[in-house]
């Protein structure tokens, strides 16, 4: 029974177009975080959702919206793909930092 | 601002010998510290982590680290590789009430037979 699950694995889509990534955690904590990993492998933190509300949210385009419709789920839509969003996108959850953060196996998006 | 910094960016070691990465972070009390690896195509398994108490930590996989307080270091070691352990490896600090966890730019170990 996977922790914290990512839909789809794999997306490749046209510039312009409007995608969503989901994610859901079964470990009943209360954050939820979305990552993105360059091509360099460089892990930044895009938003964070405590219980429904949002309590980090860097410095990301606009084009980006989070959305939690519960705390066991974080979505990730981005409208207007850009070639530069190419990326993978971990979500990952947490009861507190002390517990650290699992993550998810990512969700590869290829921008064409 | 917090940082965290590898300083070792790709490392080879040979099976069966001895490793540490290095990492070294940037703040004025103890953050919690954490090491996660990502083997190719995966996502992030957490490894082992420290926030207080005996400054010698184990993790999975025969792993462990050291905190160093005087050096601001949290290195990690592994006193026999295996080729299983060929990935990439993120140390992370988490500092403030936001629970923001901030990663170093991650060591990449290759492991020769």
């Known amino acids: 029974d996977t922790a914290v699950s990512q839909t789809p694995k794999y997306l490749v889509t046209q510039m312009g177009n409007d995608k969503s990534i989901k994610c859901e955690q079964n470990l009943g904590h209360d954050t939820m975080y979305w990552y993105k990993q360059d091509s360099k492998k460089f892990l930044k933190i895009m938003f964070s959702?405590?219980?429904?509300?949002?309590?980090i949210n860097e410095t990301v385009p606009n084009r980006f919206s989070p959305k939690s419709p519960d705390k066991a789920h974080l979505n990730l839509h981005i409208n207007s793909l850009e070639l530069g969003d190419s990326a993978v996108y971990f979500c990952?959850?947490?009861?507190?930092?002390?517990?650290?953060?699992?993550f998810g196996s990512g969700t590869r998006l290829t921008v064409v | 601002a917090q940082s965290v910094t590898q300083p070792d960016i790709h490392i080879t070691v040979s099976e069966g010998a001895s490793l540490e990465l290095r990492c070294n972070y940037s703040?004025?009390?103890?953050?919690?510290l954490f090491w996660y690896v990502q083997s190719p195509g995966q996502g992030l398994q957490l490894l082992l982590k420290?926030?207080?108490?005996?400054?010698l930590v184990q993790g999975i996989k025969g792993f462990e680290a050291e905190f160093k307080r005087s050096q601001s270091s949290f290195n990690l070691r592994k006193p026999s590789v295996h080729w299983s352990d060929a990935a990439e490896y993120f140390c992370a600090v988490v500092r403030g009430a936001t629970n923001k966890l901030i990663f170093g730019t991650g060591t990449l170990l290759a492991v020769q037979p």
């Open positions: 703040y004025g009390a103890t953050p919690y």
């Open positions: 420290y926030f207080s108490g005996d400054t």
């Open positions: 959702y405590n219980n429904k509300e949002l309590i």
């Open positions: 990952a959850s947490s009861q507190d930092s002390g517990y650290g953060y699992t």
